[in-house]
């Protein structure tokens, strides 16, 4: 007896092959093969052979077959159905790789039979190719069974998780470029497969926006040197404003004594505004412009009344009672011909053409254009009339006392100028002293 390629050897009284399973109560299931036939009449020495079918399930890929098989030899199962080897395939049975040669035991459990299909990869990196052939399942398995690294920021198409299925796949791999982006002191290190400036700065997150720019502009390919300076640019409006000062505006008051002054109009300061476009590059201002300028409120003209009222009035002297129509405080210095403010020169006449002496007087230029001629008395210094132009000085009533060289005195003190009467007419008068 030959039971699924095992062998014994019985004796037996039946004269059948269906009598000897019968005898020796051997179970037969519909599926399974007797050789020779049940019927056959067993004359001399026979050999009975019952070969029961092998369940398998054998897989390629995603193709799976199920299969009740009476063949034993592995490679042959597979042609079954119809899964053909190639010469790098590998075969596994239940997990255990074996030869397409090797003979499958009986057993009631289904056993799984796998072909692990070997896949030609051809692979291009830029304007190189290489090709391999292997057995994993999948595109990143292979890839790095061959040493092959792939980085985060690289591009593979088809992806690391495609499953390898057998034949040919071409397979692109764009190698990401380390790109240093400047901004300021601030270094940003990617690795990036962009083509161009934009991209890249993109992936950063570090977009350009508005008026920034970067260098080398956005739309250029990628520098060779690796570096990228962005430059951020941005504006800032504002409003300044600025007082506008108020005019000034005198009129007569014939209530108001002479050279006293009211305010009839106190006046305001207007407003004027300035819109200024300022313009940052990096943090740091560049540009200052001003888009536009205008009045937000009038000024207000002040109005003060300056008196012409004179009155005529005595006061004890030492040199007698005088009658004066006017009196001003001043600095009092004086001069001589030869002292005249100018080493080494000497001028003997006033403006007016008299001799400098005592008696005579010079005020401002102002002063003189509406004084020359008139009589005053200066206390200490005596009567004189306004014959001569000085220089003056700043922020003050001023007046240099004439005298001759021989007598000169010096001065350089305050002093009342009394303007004697009579008055002269009142275009002749200086209302305002500058």
Known sequence: MRINNKTSQINTF?????GVIKEKNIPLHTTDKISPPLKTWLWTDKVIEIQSPIPVVTKRGEQQCSILTYNQIAGNILSECGMRLFPADIVSLDDEIINPDHVLEY????QRLVISPSTELIITEGNTSYSFVTNENNLGNALKQKGI??????QIQPNLRSHLQGGNLEVNISRSKEIQIVYKDQIHKVRTTAKTVGEVLAEAGLTLEGLDFSNPPENNPLPSDGKIQIHRVDEEIILEQEAKPFPI???PASDIEIDKQIVIQPGAYGLSVKRIRITYLDGEIVDRVLDAEWTAKEPETRIIGYGTKINIQTVNTPD?????WRMIEAYA????PCRSGIPNKCYPNTSSG???QKGVIAVTLSWYRYMKGMSVYIPGYGFATIEDVGAGLPDRNWVDLGYSDDDWVGWGQNVTIYF???PPPPQSIMWILD
């Open 14 to 18: 039946a004269i059948s092959v269906a």
């Open 107 to 110: 057993k009631d459990e289904p």
């Open 149 to 154: 690294e792939i980085l985060p920021s690289d």
């Open 249 to 251: 505006q005198y009129q």
């Open 320 to 324: 007698g009672p005088i009658r004066y």
């Open 333 to 336: 210095s004086s001069y001589s």
């Open 354 to 356: 008299k001799p400098v």
């Open 420 to 422: 004697l009467a009579p």
